[in-house]
């Protein structure tokens, strides 16, 4: 997390030039979080009211940055 933390960070110095940075927190990061949620659930180990709050943050933060990649893929440098 760390390493991903500081990755985010170096993105942040040029958000339009690095903007891939965000697809590949969405995709394999966020949406694999979503899928250990729902597998969790799916099983029995996790009460969905227990992960609903998470699930719904991890759908704002995705929804949030396929946003701000389509926006930059429109910006001009």
Avoid: C, H
């Amino acid at each position: 997390m760390f390493g991903w933390t500081l990755l985010l960070i170096w993105a942040d110095r040029k958000p339009v030039e690095r903007k891939g940075v965000l697809l590949l927190t969405t995709f394999p990061v966020i949406f694999g979080l979503v899928l250990n949620n729902l597998s969790a659930i799916a099983s029995g180990l996790r009460p969905p009211q227990s992960a609903a709050p998470e699930l719904v943050l991890q759908t704002g933060l995705a929804a949030l940055f396929i946003f701000s990649y389509l926006n930059a893929r429109r910006t001009t440098v």
